[in-house]
């Protein structure tokens, strides 16, 4: 759910992002007014809504104020009918006439008739000109206090009476005095003339049967009102109450029927209510009219919201597309054409900055154009003097190579000529010097056993000594200048022979180790090779200290590769070549260039301490 949610709100947000400058400040604005007006709608329904409990309250107090004047007026008759009860002569009959008249005119606002009803049916009424009501309609026994009764005894007008017992001197009853209340009457001005009903409302008096006994209307005299079940309940609870209701009465058309507002206040004297009617639109029309005046207001109030939208959006996004314009122009190189934009504000302020930048701009364009021109003659022009030192590079290294070549070829010559010369000396030592110290051993050994004199053997045996070690010594260096072996058996042979017979008696352990398959290779090839190699060894044999040597040999059939490591003292190459190294750099500088002669390299790798590893690598011809 949490994921959904932002998701969703990612792409909301995308969304907003492809709106327009001007929507989202209309959505802005908008939702700003539309929560302003809410804000007010929300303050003007709750001020609406109490004004209208403040107007039905005051409806209540009305109906209860109504209320209070009819309980007042039933008090007055409360209290006036015990009198009348106490002092009615019953033996004298002008003095009764005296009292009920003196009783009548003290409540002729509001009786229409009193009258004296004894135990034996005589009636003793005032005035006497109005008929006494039926004697069936009258309660047989009096009650102990004043009682209110209603009855329906025509449609056209209720029998509405107060009574009270009337006692003899012994307190045993006699009869009943009766008031006939006349509460509709002229001279009862609550229901002749009412106060805040208006043309539109009524009030009726209601009793707990539901029977209209009084009201403003003659014509509701002596109905049944349409709410006699809740009026009944509200007078028997003593509670107020206010509502708003259909008018439902008998006859109403369903089309005439209108919203009314009913009041109601239950007497407290008597089992009666005051119901007050009056049709709604007249009770809130000042409410009415306040929302009028209020939804008038908010309509102006939104219509002015959104056509101060309008002219800030206008305001604000015209010099904005304005420069959105001048934007895309100089985007598509439209330099010269100034922005139209005025005003004062920031965007004036920013067009004018832009303005300016854009002829900055222009002239910086104008200023590049001109310097790329100069450099682009000065590019023509250095590219014109490279070509000619690529030229004259080129020929340098054509020259260089062909030196490269001619020291090449000199070095194979020098070589060639060396081991021609070393074969040379060889042979002549071999053939010359060697046949004629063999001669002269030979010679002394005939000597000796010719004279074997004593004084004069020990001398020839001891030059018989030197001749034979100058003969081995010629030997060695004539193998040295140029092993048959390497002639005869190639360079594998040649090599393990000659570091078995450099190494021996120095105490290194050496081993020779061959991979591939080993072949003869070029006369030039195996000389440098070899002589290399030699190198290598006699360095091994006399400044390493090594106890341990091997050489690896490597046939390829693109190349030849060997390997000549030791386990000595080992040294520094960058220093190799001063002073106390000098011999030593001499022969390292020769193995590097008679491996150059036949196009191959010498790498060496040492650190002192920890021995020392020579690689040599020649190329072989394909063929």
Known sequence: MQRGGVAWLARLTRLWARVGLGVKMATIVVIGTIALVGGFLYLGTAALNESIQRTLQERVLLAQTHARYLDYVLLGIEQTLPDVAHTLALSNPHASEATLADAHQRMESYARQIFFLDRDGRVRTFPPTISVPPLSTLPNEPSSTIHYATYSVTESEPLVLASAPVRDANGASVGTLFVRLDLSGPNMRLFADPIGLGESGYMDLVDHKGLIIASTRAARIGLQSDHRATFATLIQTRQSTVSMCHDCHTGSSASARQREVLVFAPLERAPWGIAIRQSEDKVLAAVHHLQQRIFLLMGIILVGALGLVYVITRSIIAPI?????????????????????????????????????????????AEIQMWNRE????????????????????????????????????????????????????????????????????????????????????????????????????????????????????????????????????GIRFTLREQGEPARLPSAVETALFRVTQEALNNIARHSRATRAECALYFAPTQVRIVIKDNGKGFDPKTIFSSNEHRRGLGLLGMQERMSAVGGRVEIDSTPGEGTVIRLLVPLQTN
């Open 375 to 506: 450099l682009e003659a000065r590019v023509q022009e250095r590219t014109r003097a490279c070509e000619q030192a690529q030229s004259e590079l080129h020929e340098l290294n054509e020259e260089l190579r062909r030196k490269e070549q001619a020291r090449r070829a000199l070095l194979r010559r020098v070589f060639s000529a060396q081991e021609e010369e070393r074969k040379r000396i060889s042979r002549e030592l071999h053939d010359e010097t060697c046949q004629v110290l063999t001669g002269l051993a030979y010679a002394l050994d005939e000597a000796i056993e010719t004279f074997p004199s004593p004084e004069f053997k020990p001398q020839l045996e001891h030059m018989r000594t030197l001749v034979t070690t100058a003969l081995r010594e010629i030997q060695h260096i004539i193998l040295d200048l140029r092993p048959t072996m390497l002639d005869h058996l190639g360079l594998v042979p040649a090599l393990r022979w000659y570091a078995e017979s450099r190494l021996e008696g120095t």
């Open 321 to 365: 597309q304005a420069l959105t314009a001048a934007t895309q122009r100089i985007a598509i190189g439209d330099l010269d054409t100034p922005l139209d934009v005025r005003g004062e504000d920031e965007i004036g302020v920013l067009a004018r900055s832009f303005d300016a930048m854009r002829a900055r701009v222009k002239q910086s364009l």
